[in-house]
């Protein structure tokens, strides 16, 4: 009997998915053992010729880490949704858009003359920009097209199964292969992660008090953070309260505070909205103008709410006015 077949792909993202597979460590060799990799372009010599061969169907499963940026991207992911049984956004960039979804804050021509000409380490006296296409002599050079936007994977494709994370918890991916190979999948569209909230589990949850209320908030280098004291406590942005678990609090037990990347629970509809909620309701203050002044000290209120969720947050992108109007 064949074994099923496997693959991998990469899109807009750091690359930190690609290596929790390899955080896996002797396991790897079990799941080779078990499945045949038939894609996997980080880690072995496949092409896009490869899977366009392949029968529809032919994989049993593609984890596909990164959100959508470009049209190279969009075409992979079209390609290994019709030759995949099943796909699982793995990893916070693919679930919820994740970090390079923080882009949506600006346009593309914004961004590229930012980092092309403005950004003070760039030696670039004629202005030059990517082009999708240029002329030399030995014919024409192309480049993929960059979206205007970034999209999380199931924005671009029908995805089956969520595998949360920044990147996904080596138990969490051990369990999805297990349930994958085993033929005991939960419902589709199902996030592959207990649906309770971090705090559920937090080490440091008996001393989080009964009634907690805050006058200020900090930022992690601003204070001697106490080992065994609730973040929250201390003035710490800890995002616990509204992520979902399955992390074991790796961020906790290194004494940061969580930062939201396995996402919302199942009946959360805007994390970032959520989050902003229940910072909210625990200012010490009840005048607007002190309420005011409690958050202001969060300094990068997008980045801090929406870090790895703005492409799936109902605000989804920035608005911009060109003279006509807003889009």
């Known amino acids: 009997m064949s074994k099923p077949k496997v693959g ?26 078990a499945v045949d990799i038939a894609f996997w ?29 470009t049209s190279e991207q969009e075409e992979m992911a079209r390609l290994m949704r019709l030759k995949s049984q099943l796909i699982i956004a793995f990893g916070s960039c693919s679930h919820m858009g994740g970090i390079p979804g923080l882009a949506n804050m600006t346009d593309r021509e914004t961004l590229l003359r930012r980092v092309y000409q403005e950004v003070p380490s760039v030696a670039n006296p004629d202005c030059i920009l990517p082009q999708e296409r240029c002329e030399v002599s030995q014919g024409s050079l192309t480049l993929p097209a960059l979206h205007d936007t970034v999209s999380s994977l199931d924005q671009m ?29 939960p419902p589709k569209g199902s996030v592959l ?39 929250l406590e201390q003035g710490l942005l800890c995002m616990g309260p509204v992520t979902r678990s399955g992390c074991d609090a790796a961020c906790i037990d290194g004494n940061m505070p969580c930062t939201g990347c396995l996402g ?4 959360v509809r805007d994390f970032g909205a959520k989050a902003l909620s229940a910072v909210a309701s625990i200012a010490d203050a009840t005048e607007e103008s002190k309420i005011a002044g409690v958050l202001d000290k969060i300094v990068d ?3 801090t709410f ?22």
């Open 41 to 69: 372009p980080v880690a072995l010599d496949f092409k896009r010729a490869d899977v366009a061969a392949m029968a529809d169907g032919e994989m049993a499963v593609c984890f596909v880490n990164g959100a959508v940026r």
């Open 264 to 267: 919302p629970t199942g009946r």
């Open 306 to 327: 929406y870090r790895y969720s703005l492409p799936t947050s109902i605000l989804f992108k920035r608005n911009r006015h060109d003279g006509n109007g807003w889009h």
């Open 301 to 303: 209120p997008i980045g």
């Open 8 to 33: 991998f792909y990469w899109c807009a993202s750091c690359g930190g998915c690609e290596e929790a597979v390899v955080d896996l460590a002797e396991d790897v060799l079990r799941v080779v053992e």
């Open 157 to 185: 494709i029908p995805v089956d199964y969520y595998l949360p994370g920044c990147p996904p918890p080596v138990k969490l991916i051990k369990d999805a292969v297990t349930a994958i190979l085993q033929g005991a999948m």
């Open 193 to 231: 992660a207990p649906d309770v909230a971090l705090c559920t589990d937090c080490p440091r949850k008996d001393s989080k008090p009964e009634r907690l209320l805050v006058s200020a908030f900090k930022r992690p280098h601003e204070i001697q953070i106490d080992p065994a004291k609730c973040l």
